[in-house]
């Protein structure tokens, strides 16, 4: 049974380690862009974009974390991720509405 929660962190460091990379190569690229062809309404689409998904990998960490240690503390920070994934995403839905209007 420790072999099992074993893999099941290492699973759980491996997400979170993914996530952090999409979120800072997809920021560190949209930032090289703005710089490079100047700041467009594309820039942040494609900054939320990438940090939604390393959300996503959070996410998915965060409920192996909940397997791993099944506490409040786990179910609130979760909840957090979870609820910040969804922050990102209405304003992701917010930049294309904005976008097409004009």
Request: with cysteine.
């Amino acid at each position: 049974m420790d072999l099992y929660h074993v893999r099941l962190d290492v699973l759980r460091t491996a997400l979170l380690c993914m996530g952090s990379v999409v979120i800072f190569i997809g920021v560190a690229w949209a930032v090289l862009e703005a710089l490079r062809v100047g700041f467009s309404p594309h820039v942040p689409r494609r900054m939320v974009d990438n940090m939604a998904l390393g959300l996503e990998f959070f996410i998915g960490a965060g409920l192996l974390n909940l397997i791993i240690n099944p506490t409040w503390t786990a179910v609130q920070v979760t909840a957090l991720i979870i609820v910040v994934r969804k922050l990102v995403t209405i304003s992701f839905n917010r930049l294309e509405q904005g976008s097409g209007e004009g």
